[in-house]
């Protein structure tokens, strides 16, 4: 069921004029309704104005980009990083950019369509993608490029990226989409990159949206700087409007903002689990805070308790109904019990 609204959904909606408790969408740490998080978002916009269309290449510049993507890279554990205004339009430049005769493109299980320019068929086993490479090396001069969810809700990749593993990293460009780690999981927020460093990839690209884990509309690249200066030299890059400086502004001045949610969603984490009696319903990963299931009578019985959840075919009509618990930094300890009372009660 579609559910129409006039505020922005935080720990609680309203529908029809009830009021339900919300566990959904992707707002992680609860910063977009935090009072002092608007307070800052506020004061930057009153610096830098509401919008920002000018080319990053224009002679007149503003330093709060490069403040922010330095800010972002060594928080993340890159050479180097670039914004942009969205984390889908971070998928779609590298594809873009990637889409040459000296490489060929491969898509891992359950890969996000921000990273497909037409569509391909993704492998679905890592052992199939893996047979697939390793064909294609043995008969290609050509660099393959896998593209990859870093979480991607099945628990198969984050946070020891096993089945990826089986692959000839050495030998591949990985392309990686870690809208759901950046901000929330690895060491400060730090997201997967850091995981994958110590693998022995040819080379690694990060990507991503910096909205679900930061709270800001935009998006990141992170890679070696070599990699990122040829990406900033691009049309595309330079005929982009840039995020919001307002919200980068917000990205560097909110850190300890941001270390402060991150504690309480770990906390809320960890008493829904020490609390959840049957955990084998779901798919979850170590500390984040999404709990995938496909019991339809769960959705339903939630709802008539005034629990509503992420429930809708993702990302298309075609697609398999997604159905998921979102635990987020803004929820209250009566919220989860609430929560646990009923996803307790069905066996």
């Keep these: 069921m579609n559910y129409y609204i006039d505020t922005f959904p935080g720990r609680k909606i309203t529908i029809d004029e009830v009021s339900h408790l919300y566990f959904g969408g992707t707002s992680y740490l609860g910063l977009q309704t935090d009072a002092d998080f608007q307070k800052l978002f506020i004061k930057n916009i009153k610096t830098y104005g509401t919008n920002y269309g000018a080319s990053r290449k224009s002679n007149i510049r503003l330093s709060v980009f490069d403040k922010a993507e330095a800010y972002l890279a060594d928080l993340v554990g890159s050479e180097a990083c670039i914004s942009l205004s969205s984390g889908y339009l971070a998928g779609q430049f590298l594809v873009q950019v990637l889409n040459t005769k000296a490489h060929h493109f491969f898509y891992a299980p359950n890969t996000h369509s921000a990273l497909y320019q ?171 805070p999404a709990f995938t299931f496909s019991n339809v009578q769960l959705t339903e019985y939630l709802a008539a308790n005034k629990i509503i959840v992420t429930n809708f075919p993702y990302p298309d009509n075609n697609a398999q109904l997604m159905s998921r618990i979102v635990l987020s930094a803004a929820h209250k300890k009566k919220d989860i019990k609430h929560l646990l009372e009923c996803v307790n009660i069905l066996p």
Excluded: W
Excluded at 148 to 161: E, K, M, Q, T
Excluded at 208 to 229: D, H, N, V, Y
């Design 118 to 288: 037409e569509k391909i068929k993704p492998y679905t086993t890592f052992a199939a993608l893996n047979i697939a490479v390793r064909e294609h090396l043995s008969s290609s001069k050509t660099t393959p490029v896998v593209f990859l969810d870093g979480i991607d809700f099945s628990g198969c990749n984050y946070p020891h990226f096993e089945a990826l593993q089986v692959l000839p990293l050495d030998e591949i460009l990985l392309v990686v989409d870690d809208s759901h780690g950046l901000g929330i999981v690895g060491k400060n927020g730090g997201g997967v990159y850091g995981i994958l460093a110590k693998l022995n990839i040819k080379e690694l690209i990060v990507c991503g949206s910096l909205g679900k884990g930061f709270g800001i509309q935009a998006g990141a690249i992170f890679g070696t700087k070599e990699r990122l200066t040829a990406l900033a030299d691009t049309s595309f890059f330079g005929g982009a409007s840039p995020a919001t400086p307002a919200a980068m502004a917000t990205l560097l001045g909110a850190d300890g903002l941001y270390d402060l949610k991150r504690n309480r969603l770990q906390r809320n984490i960890a008493y829904f689990l020490d609390h959840l009696k049957n955990r084998k319903q779901f798919h979850f990963m170590q500390d984040h």
